[in-house]
Protein backbone atom coordinates (compact mmCIF):
# COMPACT_ATOMS: atom_id res chain seq x y z
CA UNK A 1 0.00 0.00 0.00
CA UNK A 2 2.98 2.45 0.84
CA UNK A 3 4.22 1.97 -2.87
CA UNK A 4 0.92 2.66 -4.30
CA UNK A 5 0.94 5.65 -2.31
CA UNK A 6 4.41 6.85 -3.28
CA UNK A 7 3.76 5.92 -6.64
CA UNK A 8 1.05 7.88 -7.18
CA UNK A 9 2.25 10.93 -5.80
CA UNK A 10 5.45 10.18 -7.78
CA UNK A 11 3.50 9.96 -10.79
CA UNK A 12 1.38 13.08 -10.04
CA UNK A 13 4.34 15.04 -9.65
CA UNK A 14 6.31 13.90 -12.86
CA UNK A 15 3.01 14.98 -14.55
CA UNK A 16 3.03 18.43 -13.37
CA UNK A 17 6.36 18.81 -13.98
CA UNK A 18 5.83 18.03 -17.63
CA UNK A 19 3.32 20.41 -17.83
CA UNK A 20 5.55 23.14 -16.36
CA UNK A 21 7.81 22.67 -18.51
CA UNK A 22 5.57 23.02 -21.53
CA UNK A 23 5.20 25.92 -23.90
CA UNK A 24 5.33 29.48 -21.78
CA UNK A 25 2.80 32.26 -22.35
CA UNK A 26 4.48 35.02 -23.05
CA UNK A 27 3.38 37.86 -19.88
CA UNK A 28 3.13 41.52 -21.91
CA UNK A 29 4.04 44.65 -19.23
CA UNK A 30 2.45 46.75 -22.00
CA UNK A 31 2.15 48.60 -25.12
CA UNK A 32 4.89 50.80 -26.87
CA UNK A 33 4.28 52.91 -29.58
CA UNK A 34 6.76 54.08 -31.91
CA UNK A 35 6.92 55.47 -35.39
CA UNK A 36 9.25 55.14 -37.99
CA UNK A 37 11.63 58.02 -39.02
CA UNK A 38 14.64 55.74 -39.94
CA UNK A 39 15.74 53.31 -42.12
CA UNK A 40 16.11 49.30 -40.68
CA UNK A 41 19.19 47.73 -40.63
CA UNK A 42 19.68 44.62 -42.06
CA UNK A 43 20.38 41.77 -40.54
CA UNK A 44 23.17 39.19 -40.81
CA UNK A 45 20.17 36.83 -41.35
CA UNK A 46 19.03 37.00 -45.27
CA UNK A 47 15.35 38.60 -45.31
CA UNK A 48 15.48 39.85 -42.04
CA UNK A 49 15.23 43.83 -40.67
CA UNK A 50 16.00 45.43 -37.28
CA UNK A 51 14.90 48.61 -35.83
CA UNK A 52 15.96 50.34 -32.22
CA UNK A 53 13.66 52.94 -31.85
CA UNK A 54 12.44 55.27 -28.81
CA UNK A 55 9.22 53.84 -27.88
CA UNK A 56 6.50 55.36 -25.60
CA UNK A 57 4.04 53.95 -23.66
CA UNK A 58 0.33 55.02 -23.20
CA UNK A 59 1.44 57.79 -20.20
CA UNK A 60 4.31 59.20 -22.33
CA UNK A 61 7.33 57.38 -20.65
CA UNK A 62 10.10 56.90 -23.41
CA UNK A 63 11.89 53.44 -23.57
CA UNK A 64 14.12 52.56 -26.21
CA UNK A 65 12.91 49.12 -27.96
CA UNK A 66 14.05 47.05 -30.68
CA UNK A 67 12.27 44.56 -33.07
CA UNK A 68 12.47 42.37 -36.24
CA UNK A 69 10.58 42.41 -39.35
CA UNK A 70 10.61 40.71 -42.67
CA UNK A 71 10.24 43.78 -44.53
CA UNK A 72 10.95 47.29 -43.61
CA UNK A 73 8.50 50.11 -43.06
CA UNK A 74 7.41 53.22 -44.80
CA UNK A 75 8.84 56.33 -43.01
CA UNK A 76 6.10 57.59 -40.88
CA UNK A 77 4.49 54.61 -40.20
CA UNK A 78 2.72 53.95 -36.57
CA UNK A 79 3.19 51.01 -34.59
CA UNK A 80 1.86 49.64 -31.57
CA UNK A 81 4.45 47.48 -29.88
CA UNK A 82 3.90 45.08 -26.92
CA UNK A 83 6.56 44.35 -24.79
CA UNK A 84 6.93 42.01 -22.37
CA UNK A 85 8.82 41.88 -18.74
CA UNK A 86 12.21 40.23 -20.12
CA UNK A 87 12.03 42.91 -23.28
CA UNK A 88 10.75 40.67 -25.44
CA UNK A 89 8.81 42.79 -28.66
CA UNK A 90 5.85 40.77 -29.71
CA UNK A 91 4.75 41.46 -33.62
CA UNK A 92 4.38 45.08 -34.35
CA UNK A 93 0.97 46.08 -35.38
CA UNK A 94 0.35 49.02 -37.90
CA UNK A 95 -2.11 51.93 -36.06
CA UNK A 96 -3.59 55.08 -37.40
CA UNK A 97 -3.05 58.16 -34.83
CA UNK A 98 -6.08 58.79 -33.86
CA UNK A 99 -5.79 55.18 -31.42
CA UNK A 100 -3.09 57.29 -29.32
CA UNK A 101 -2.98 58.97 -25.97
CA UNK A 102 -2.39 62.89 -26.10
CA UNK A 103 1.03 62.06 -24.59
CA UNK A 104 1.71 59.30 -27.08
CA UNK A 105 1.22 62.36 -29.70
CA UNK A 106 2.54 65.11 -27.50
CA UNK A 107 6.03 62.99 -27.53
CA UNK A 108 6.10 61.83 -31.42
CA UNK A 109 4.51 65.82 -32.83
CA UNK A 110 1.73 64.88 -34.18
Known amino acids: ?17 L ?13 YFVQIDEEAEQTNNEGQ ?19 YVEEPYKKGTLLRLPRSLEGYTGDP ?5 DVLSKE ?4 LNL
Request: hydrophobic letters at 40%.
Open 49 to 67: YVYNVKGFDENGNEKVVYF
Open 1 to 17: MKILKSLAIFSCLATFM
Open 93 to 97: EVIEA
Open 104 to 107: VKKK
Open 19 to 31: VGCGKKEVMYEKD
